[in-house]
């Protein structure tokens, strides 16, 4: 080792506070290979996904917002009247969403619990939505900050993640593991859910779940060079051999890992560490690294909006592998996108008046990488349409919907009352910049951010509230 490599070395350590150790988050060896971690769990005949984008607490507080609207909603199915909540059977989600997907599965009420008392949401749902709004707005900033201070961790991104997965647990998540997330959806009170990171060793994506590896295991390339085959397109060797090449290499890209790929056994894995590495944006906070137990090799996994900021890819591989014809019992399937994420365009106006084009990042760090991810929105909205169109991999309209729930997309009027922490006299243009502007942080900082994203849950979900039903509705019965 050379002098100036041991300086650098020693500098590293000595820096205040910090620690000089990486710190590893070792898991048991999956041992049975041939059988899941978790055993598989029924479906239904309908599918009801909600995927739920990156946004820190902009994201949690819409996603809660949107989730107790969304509870307000009734579909008859089989003679009962129900609420949409109780169709819901799988969220997949990133950052500040993962932790709100987290909190609702671990903390609603249990399925015997009904959810309407008369015309109003039950009590026992009242309060817990009640708490839900009011802890996704704590400052978890300046909580995580006094952990990494008192456990000596400061300056060290890596633990900046443990110090947040610290923090959920003192205040709601109480150090629950997977085995105890499967536990609930097992007994039918909560969803089966997906916490969706990015691993840095090869950018693929990583889902933190209780779902088998082979629910996400769907081999499009089989299928699409069949449709093609039968659409009347001849393939030469040489242009089978390159199509067969470059579409296993999107395959391998497009479908996710997960633990066990990784031959780990995530049942003693905190949930709490999950949503943390699902959030972690380095190099402020995270990557968290994993090890399972016999292994020389680490996985490096941190936001989950580097590879996909709204969640849908996880779910949509989900669904795609469940709607396949080998599915006979499931049939159809809804995706509700609760879309929190940054409006790329927000930055323009302050770019373009400013000579100091630095200054953009100061309210949205992740600018660099919105602009690769609006790209990428772009190709996927052409594929999926250019697919749904040609009627190849993707079932039509009546078996797969998406709808998008965005908290930019609320309408707002004159003669909306002003939410209470808001300045009077807002008109409707000011409200607009107002929610456009709220900042990816782990914390809401203004009085009047909350109240106009719940305002917003509830319009957005009114404007999209006839679709929902009308696709519930038009379902088979479970």
């Known amino acids: ?123 026992a749902y009242q309060q817990f939505f009640a708490r839900f709004k009011d802890d996704m707005q704590k400052n978890f900033q300046i909580r995580a900050l006094g952990r990494q201070v008192l456990n000596f961790r400061v300056a060290n991104p890596t633990k900046f993640a443990h110090s947040f997965a610290d923090v ?11 085995a105890g997330l499967y536990e609930r959806t097992r007994q039918g009170d909560a969803p089966q859910i997906m916490l969706n990171g990015t691993i840095y060793n090869s950018g693929r994506r990583f ?20 449709k093609l085959i039968a659409k009347g397109l001849q393939f030469t060797p040489e242009g089978k051999a390159s199509f067969d090449r470059s579409v296993d290499r999107a395959k391998n890209q497009f479908l996710p890992l997960t633990m066990e790929d990784l031959g780990g056994d995530h049942r003693t894995l905190p949930l709490s560490l999950a949503v943390a590495t699902s959030a972690s944006f380095p190099p402020v ?62 930055g323009s106006a302050d770019l373009g008046s400013s000579e100091k084009g630095f200054e953009v990042f100061i309210d949205d760090p992740s600018r660099i990488v919105g602009i690769m991810e609006e790209r990428a929105n772009a190709y996927q909205a052409m594929l999926w349409h250019s697919l749904r169109a040609e009627g190849v991999l993707l079932p039509d309209y009546d078996h797969l919907k998406l709808i998008i ?23 409707p243009a000011d409200v607009n910049r107002v929610i456009r502007k709220i900042p990816t942080l782990f914390k809401i ?29 038009a379902a088979p019965a479970h």
């Open 1 to 123: 080792m050379t002098r100036t490599r041991s300086f650098s070395l020693i500098l590293a350590c000595l820096l205040p506070l910090s620690g000089c150790f990486a710190k590893i988050h070792q898991l048991p060896a999956h041992t049975d290979q041939h059988q899941p971690v978790f055993a598989p769990l029924p479906d239904r005949d309908t599918l009801v996904g909600l995927a739920v984008s990156g946004g820190g607490s902009r994201a949690a507080t819409f996603a809660a917002g949107t989730l107790e609207a969304l509870a307000n909603v009734r579909f008859m199915e089989g003679g009962q009247e129900r609420s949409v909540l109780e169709a819901i059977t799988h969220m997949s989600s990133v950052s500040g969403g993962s932790l709100a997907t987290a909190y609702y599965a671990v903390k609603k009420p249990a399925k015997t619990e009904p959810v309407f008392a008369g015309s109003q949401l039950s009590p």
């Open 168 to 178: 959920w647990d003192a205040n709601f998540f109480d150090e629950i593991t997977f």
């Open 207 to 226: 889902v933190l779940t209780t779902l088998a590896p082979a629910d996400f295991a769907y081999d499009f390339t089989a299928e699409l060079r069949a």
């Open 285 to 346: 906070v995270g990557p968290v690294t994993y090890q399972t137990a016999g292994s020389s090799s680490y996985t490096h996994v941190g936001d989950g909006g580097l590879f996909d900021n709204l969640g849908t890819e996880s779910l949509t591989t989900l669904f795609l592998n469940k709607l396949n014809p080998a599915h006979p019992h499931t049939g159809r399937g809804l995706i509700l996108v609760i879309d929190t994420s940054y409006p790329f365009d927000e």
């Open 405 to 427: 729930l965005r908290h930019t997309d609320a309408e707002w009027t004159k003669d909306d009352p002003i939410p209470a922490g808001c300045p009077s006299g807002l008109t």
């Open 445 to 473: 900082d203004e009085d009047c951010h909350a109240p106009l994203l719940f305002t917003a849950a509830k319009k957005v979900v009114e404007k999209q509230q006839r679709r929902i039903v009308t696709f519930l509705q």
